[in-house]
């Protein structure tokens, strides 16, 4: 198995979910590699996407997973030969089974652009908070509210940035941006908002980075 880290950024981060497949699809047949397909009467190239990542947010740490034997520095080259503009691959491991990374991934680390003017203090002390209730509209509640201590793991904020890490399947870091903007009476651009890590549990938060290091294969 070959697991490819890629960027998602410039003009595919209005790419859905399943139009990234679809295109990671094509630039796989398009490099002319051994990869292997499913059986039964719709045999589909066997790829598997990591945690999905809202429309408009920008990424360099995203993950694909390919069932292909080839050299990992071989396949990137040859990736990064055919893909299209702003789904770049970064680095490649080989792994003896598939990660399963959209499974196991359980928190991220986001970077939003703001002017956090001189609330820098009031929004780090949020870390220490026992509840958080912030404004967090949803299609089905858009005047909801919600309490995002529980899934808030560390939070920092910079003149011009709030970094935060959050789980990645509970919370969306461009809502969040909304919210903290509201809050706090703060400038934001959920434009300008990066995926920079992501993170399994084993004994304890393990970047995706490392992870793929203990299971490769040299």
């Known amino acids: 198995m070959i697991t490819l ?9 209005y790419l859905s979910h399943i ?23 719709n045999p589909h190239m066997l790829v598997k996407l990591g945690v999905p990542l809202p429309l408009g947010i920008n990424s360099s740490a995203e993950y694909v997973t390919v069932a292909c034997d080839l050299d990992p520095d071989e396949f990137l080259k040859r990736y990064n030969e055919v893909c299209i503009k702003g789904l770049e691959g970064i680095r490649a491991w080989r792994t003896e089974k598939n990660p399963s990374l959209a499974a196991k991934v359980v928190y ?13 203090k009031e929004i ?27 899934e808030l793991c560390a939070i920092k904020a910079y003149p011009d940035a709030i970094n935060v890490c959050i789980s990645a399947l509970k919370l969306r870091a461009d809502v969040l941006c909304e919210s903290f903007a509201r809050k706090f009476g703060i400038s934001t651009d959920v434009t300008e908002i990066w995926r920079y890590n992501q993170y399994v549990r084993e004994k304890y938060l393990v970047n995706v980075d490392e992870y793929l290091d203990s299971l490769s294969q040299k």
């Open 5 to 13: 880290k890629y960027y998602k950024k410039d003009n595919c981060v």
């Open 108 to 120: 991220a680390d986001y970077s939003i652009r703001a002017n956090t003017q001189d609330k820098a």
């Open 124 to 150: 780090d002390d949020l870390i220490n908070q026992n509840e958080i209730i912030l404004e967090y509209p949803t299609r089905k509640e858009p005047d909801g509210v919600k309490d995002v201590a529980p």
């Open 19 to 41: 139009d990234v497949l679809r295109h990671l699809n094509r630039t796989f047949k398009r490099m002319d590699v051994d990869i292997k397909y499913s059986s039964g009467f």
